[in-house]
């Protein structure tokens, strides 16, 4: 009976350390880097708002992020079930924060503005009947977003349209409707509130000028396999 209870201690022993040389080996989450200075918006988004959003908002998500899991290991490794429930408001913000902007940065361009093409814009006029009447609509559900939060053209997997809705705060679009993110508009008053104060109809409408559709049409293709 003690040579039994000695091998069940040597055994939580044995997984304890296996599971904390996966928490030490974990890869962290990094900032990931601009394609484009911070001036590269201007004039419709400024390089200091930019330099502010990536460098400090963006940064401080991930920092977070890496936190948050590191303590969330260490729950799992103690087995505490109470820690882990504690845990995940932290995981939803700061994981969906740098999700959400890790998307954003992608999704804009100092060569964008326009409209879309091809496939994109077909899709486009078959859920919503033109280019110009998806843009009216992502544009009210940005500006209608209470307190902070995103708006987003996702697609539908299971149905295989497009789909316009928004998020509070940093929950991340698939995480939370089921929907792929294609195009997001942060309506944190940090994306915007330097340049625009408190007019976000006037942001929103300025984002469409740095909209870059050939990253938006690259995740409807990644989306549809």
Known sequence: ?????????????????????????????????????????????????????????????????????????????????????????????????HINHTIFWTNLSPNGGGEPQGELLEAIKRDFGCFQKMKEKMSAAAVAVQGS??????????????????????????????LIPLLGIDVWEHAYYLQYKNVRPDYVKAMWNVINWENVSERLQSAKK
Request: aromatic residues 6%; contains cysteine.
């Open 1 to 97: 009976m003690l040579c039994r209870v000695g091998q069940i201690r040597r055994c939580a022993a044995s997984l304890s350390q296996t599971l904390n040389q996966a928490a030490a080996s974990r890869q962290k989450h990094t900032l990931p880097d601009l394609t484009y200075d911070y001036g590269a918006l201007e004039p419709h988004i400024s390089a200091e708002i930019m330099q502010l959003h990536h460098s400090k908002h963006h940064a401080t998500y991930v920092n977070n992020l890496n936190v948050t899991e590191e303590k969330y290991q260490e729950a799992l490794a103690k087995g505490d079930v109470t820690a882990q429930v504690a845990l995940q408001p932290a995981l939803k913000f700061n994981g969906g924060g």
């Open 149 to 178: 939060g995103w708006g987003w053209l996702g697609y539908d997997k299971e149905s295989g349209r497009l789909r316009i809705t928004a998020c509070a705060n940093q929950d991340p679009l698939q995480g939370t409707t089921g």
